[in-house]
């Protein structure tokens, strides 16, 4: 059963656009959402991160859309330069269970094109 | 501040030989995890350790996958014997939790392929 759910699989973005992707969780009690960028060959790095009991959250090019009530948020990445192109990937997780381990969504593989 | 660093980052072996992956954590971090990232998906967990007890290895598979944490700082993750479908990255991340803040940060991972 997968959790978490992300889309698209992959994106294409030409430079100065805007990029969005979205995900959507099933388990209620997650009360953590980061995401991850992850460049070939290195580790996912932590990017930007939200708490439900807040509506959005930005930083820099990045802003993170949290709608409670659907259960979905999205990341969106203003003025996507080249330098963008990675792969995202979505997370939740249960922090007030102690247990903290993030469920990843698939990921979406962005490129963004001079 | 070096990051989490892995060893090797590439392995080729042939199926039913074992393997071992080491990983050592940012200093100071009390909480380590491995998680298995096949293609084109997104890491899943494989155990987490707080200090040197192993908190959560419920995804483990322990026919065939061990793991230990001496010391509560380095981790080594052993798969014995290998098979063609644990052919995939293994990431560590390490964390320092305090509260509810809990940032984890990732190696570049063990490429494994098993032929």
């Known amino acids: 059963q997968q959790q978490v759910k992300q889309s698209p699989q992959s994106l294409i973005v030409q430079k100065g656009g805007i990029s969005i992707i979205n995900c959507a969780y099933e388990?209620?009690?997650?009360?953590?959402f980061p995401w991850y960028q992850q460049f070939p060959g290195k580790g996912p790095a932590l990017l930007i991160a939200?708490?439900?009991?807040?509506s959005e959250k930005k930083e820099g090019r990045f802003t993170i859309s949290f709608n409670k009530s659907a259960k979905q948020f999205s990341l969106h990445i203003m003025d996507s330069q080249p330098g963008d192109s990675a792969t995202y990937f979505c997370?939740?997780?249960?922090?007030?269970?102690?247990?903290?381990?993030?469920?990843f969504g698939k990921g979406t593989k962005l490129s963004v094109i001079p | 501040e070096a990051g989490v660093v892995q060893s090797p980052r590439y392995k080729i072996i042939e199926k039913k030989q074992p393997v071992a992956f080491w990983c050592n954590p940012i200093s100071g971090h009390n909480t380590l995890y491995w998680y298995r990232q096949n293609l084109g998906q997104g890491p899943e967990l494989l155990i987490r350790y707080e200090n040197e007890e192993a908190v959560d290895d419920s995804q483990l598979p322990k026919d065939r996958f061990s793991a230990e944490r001496l010391k509560g700082v380095d981790s080594t993750l052993k798969i014995q014997p290998a098979e063609l479908g644990d052919s995939a990255v293994y990431l560590c991340a390490s964390s320092l939790v305090t509260g509810v803040r809990n940032i984890q940060y990732f190696g570049a991972g063990t490429r494994l392929s098993v032929l």
């Open positions: 388990n209620t009690a997650f009360d953590y």
């Open positions: 997370a939740a997780s249960e922090t007030g269970a102690g247990s903290y381990q993030l469920t």
């Open positions: 939200i708490r439900p009991d807040v």
